[in-house]
């Protein structure tokens, strides 16, 4: 699949000429072959003016869609224990070697202190309801719209679709539900919603975070086409973390739900617009407890040195073990897609290693039975901090992000005869990293290889969502 792209940044009320990038999502800018654009209508609920080239188009989200992945759903099952769920949505533009990353969280949405006074605390242990909307933005700034009512999230049960209203349009009830952006801007003043094919809202920055530098507002409304899920195109999506996240063990769980995708919209990110077309994206969850205790994140769709769509994502964390309490485990994974397939690196069909700094390089090799990958990523910039649910503090500081990565990426198809077969050998200088938790008293260097019989449960091909099916009263949220 092929795509072309438009952007233009510019201070909002001002005009500017579109810069374009050729077919490919993985090519530079070509200024050479400007499209031509027209002057528009104004945004919907902007009262300023607009360039358009081609404007986002909304599609109701679609069921049994071909990428849609397991745990696409809202995992929270409606008791009162220590629950998190968070989502992240990030827009590339290369053209400015820049992005922005939209991390949503709820937490504790089944907390019954408003009604027992604080009781639940000396029964359950302390809860932190409440709803984050963070976005890290271009040159490292960053807002944050927090809210501790947790009545107005809504996520959809199976589907992935959720939102939130920080404020209503005056006499206007918040939605509960996706609606048409049109309903959305006549009912929300203040709040998000997202669905695989689209995500618009508008977010005040409350000024909680001294630390970094902020913008006041952002609003936003961007179309997406789905690329890659996460398996091979056209054949059965998988679950990221295997089939026993489907259950409350292993905590937290994690599932990228779009690998890559193609987006067209725009962003006013204070005075500051942005407007693009198939610009590379990508989005993802996390859910159960709280964040693992410590981990590493590697993620990257824009690459030289190879025609057509490549997605990395890579990851690795230290969580605890369920029934076995101050138990731990170490585990990775590597997931690479390229040309319509996926290659999986994982601790349940082979091995996987990483040596991690406190911040500044990301490195992992990783085999299963047929190929092998190798990874190394570099940062000289200092990051920023970000917020993630914690267990003893809800949401808090937590880990440092950066967009602006260095990365080389290589994938071989292994022989038993000569050399291994080069498959993909690619760089990028727009390599989203992070790092979190800790301690990090100094690098983390591991191999993950999970053993028998463990091996062998998580390995095996279990479909949940199939099992489920003659009994879908039974099915568990989120699948």
Request: charged share 20%; glycine share 10%.
């Amino acid at each position: 699949m092929a795509a072309g792209a438009l952007t233009m940044v510019v201070p909002v009320g001002r005009w500017a000429p579109l810069a374009a990038r050729p077919a490919s999502l993985n090519c530079r800018a070509d200024a050479e072959n400007l499209p031509a654009v027209e002057r528009g209508v104004d945004a919907p609920g902007s009262k300023r003016g607009k360039l358009v080239a081609s404007p986002p188009v909304y599609t109701a989200t679609a069921r049994d869609r071909p990428t849609r992945t397991p745990h696409s759903g809202y995992h929270f099952d409606g008791t009162p224990r220590r629950f998190f769920e968070g989502w992240y949505f990030k827009v590339n533009i290369p053209e400015v070697k820049d992005g922005f990353a939209w991390m949503y969280s709820v937490e504790d949405p089944g907390s019954l202190n408003t009604v027992m006074g604080g009781l639940e605390d000396i029964i359950t242990g302390p809860k932190y309801p409440g709803v984050g909307a963070q976005v890290m933005g271009v040159k490292d700034t960053y807002l944050l719209q927090y809210d501790k009512d947790v009545e107005t999230f809504w996520g959809s049960r199976h589907e992935l679709a959720l939102g939130h209203t920080f404020l209503p349009k005056a006499g206007k009830a918040p939605p509960k539900f996706e609606v048409h952006p049109k309903e959305f801007l006549d009912r929300v003043e203040e709040g998000f919603q997202v669905t695989p094919t689209w995500h618009q809202g508008f977010l005040k920055d409350n000024g909680r975070s001294p630390y970094v530098k902020t913008v006041d507002t952002i609003r936003w409304e961007y179309s997406t086409v789905p690329v890659y899920g996460w398996g091979d195109t056209g054949a059965e999506q998988k679950a990221t973390a295997g089939w026993l996240a489907a259950f409350p063990v292993f905590e937290p769980h994690w599932q990228v739900v779009m690998a890559a995708g193609l987006s067209t919209g725009w962003i006013e990110w204070g005075d500051e617009r942005f407007e693009f077309e198939n610009a590379p994206s990508y989005s993802e969850k996390n859910w159960g407890g709280s964040f693992p205790v410590k981990w590493f994140w590697v993620q990257c769709n824009v690459f030289e040195g190879a025609a057509g769509e490549i997605s990395l994502t890579a990851g690795g964390g230290r969580r605890g073990l369920p029934l076995v309490p101050g138990a731990f485990e170490e585990v990775a994974m590597v997931g690479v897609h390229y040309a319509d397939k996926f290659y999986e690196f994982v601790p349940w069909t082979g091995t996987v290693e990483w040596d991690i700094s406190i911040w500044g390089s990301w490195e992992m090799t990783a085999e299963n039975g047929m190929y092998k990958v190798k990874l190394k990523a570099t940062s000289d910039v200092p990051g920023v901090t970000l917020r993630a649910p914690t267990a003893d503090a809800g949401l808090a500081p937590l880990c440092k992000d950066t967009f602006y990565g260095k990365l080389r990426l290589q994938l071989w198809e292994k022989s038993i005869r000569g050399a291994d077969k080069i498959v993909l050998d690619v760089t990028s200088d727009m390599c989203a990293l992070e790092v979190g938790g800790g301690p990090w008293y100094n690098k983390w260097q591991y191999k993950s290889q999970i053993q028998d019989p463990l091996r062998t449960l998580v390995g095996l091909p279990v479909n949940v969502e199939k099992v489920f099916s003659s009994v879908p009263q039974l099915k568990p949220p989120g699948l």
